[in-house]
């Protein structure tokens, strides 16, 4: 067995995940290296999920009565357990969504309804990256159409990093907003957050951070982010579907309007005008995700058992020996970084003449689950000249004997194509 230093004790790790027990096809053990997509989730995330169905459920806030008074503390706690993950100066700034679509969206159309100094219209610029997951290239996009605003972004390099050569002519004086992604879902390259924000400032332009690939995987601080809005998914974090989160500034969130009406974020109602409550309930409208908020709060305190600082380290030193497994894979070609430097653990590659596709499904017939496709990043196969990549993603269950697996596999990928 291949010992590698900074490692976790995946042994024991692994039998808090059912999933991972499972035969597939015939009798082959599952490998699960599609993380980047969705991580596996734990038995702690599983009963908190079913402990609250059982015995709390009920719709949270206003509520007098028993069930409703602990399904309401238990989903205020989630958002307490969020705000001190990412440490976030007030519980009051981590705003519950379905996912990190809907926080990105969220923050494009506030932008787009608010008044000066924060509206987008016609005679500003919106910035974004070339590397963008799909989710934050098309509510901008969206964002652009309906307010005439003109839309920018830096390319990227050869070696899969974003070229910053021309920053001072892509964020100007008419910059409202630049959102970008912290580590890339198909690239895995880190970006260099101090430079974008140092110069997003200079200008007097808000920063929002797409951290979905970087909250489960390393520790998340958004004071030092120096951002202004940060997303992220549970789903990615050993937590449910259903539940996302938007953190934002306080002073931004109380001038900022809201996205969505409907029911718990108003504060009087009449038929002539509303007014609203003060975040984060104001961005809250509806019966919120309840049971995902408190799964995603059991989550969050599954990763804070492990540690983010060990959970990176593993991750870090998995990357290293995938990176360095795949070179020696014939005509394999890793779209992105080539080294474990500012890099996290997803890892793109082609395979010669042989389509993504074609690679995956012969993979999974040897249990190996990875992703092949855009990610929803088409415009990075569009820069490379690639139809696809196939993605495999690691995290804190994963070892060293998958990617093994996985470097087996690919051999067997080959010869089955000649």
Sequence with gaps: ????????????????????????????????LDNAATSQKPRQVLDALSEYYERYNANVHRGVHVLAEEATALYEG?????????????????????NASESLNLVANMLGWADEP???????????????????????????????????????TDDGRLDLSNIDEIITEKTKIVSFV???????TVNPVEAIVRRAQEVGALVCIDASQAAPHMPLDVQALQADFVAFTGHKMCGPTGIGVLWGRQELLEDLP??????????????????????????????????????LGAAIDYLNSIGMDKILAHEHALTEYAVKRLAEVPDLR?????????????????LGDIHPHDVGQVLDEQGIAVRVGHHCARPVCLRYGIPATTRASFYLYSTPAEIDALVDGLEHVRNFFG
């Design 78 to 98: 989630a958002r307490d357990k969020v705000a001190e993950f990412v440490n976030a100066p007030s519980r009051d700034e981590v705003i519950f969504t379905k």
């Design 258 to 295: 809201p996205f969505l009406g409907g029911g718990e974020m108003i504060e009087t109602v009449s038929m002539h005008s509303s007014t609203y409550a003060p975040a984060p309930h104001k961005f809250e409208a509806g019966t919120p995700p309840i049971a995902q908020a408190v799964g």
């Design 1 to 32: 067995m291949t010992q590698l230093p900074g490692l976790l004790d995946t042994e024991a790790i692994r039998k808090d995940f059912p999933v991972l027990d499972r035969l597939v096809h015939d009798g082959k053990k599952l490998v699960y």
């Design 334 to 350: 890793i779209i992105g970084p080539t080294t474990a430097e500012d890099r996290g653990a997803a890892i793109s590659f082609t």
């Design 182 to 188: 912290l580590v890339s879902n198909i690239l895995g």
């Design 118 to 156: 924060y509206r987008v219209d016609h005679e500003t610029e919106i910035v974004i990256t070339e590397m963008e997951h799909h989710s934050n290239i098309v509510p901008w996009q969206l964002l652009a159409q309906r307010t005439g605003a003109k839309l920018k972004w830096f390319g990227l």
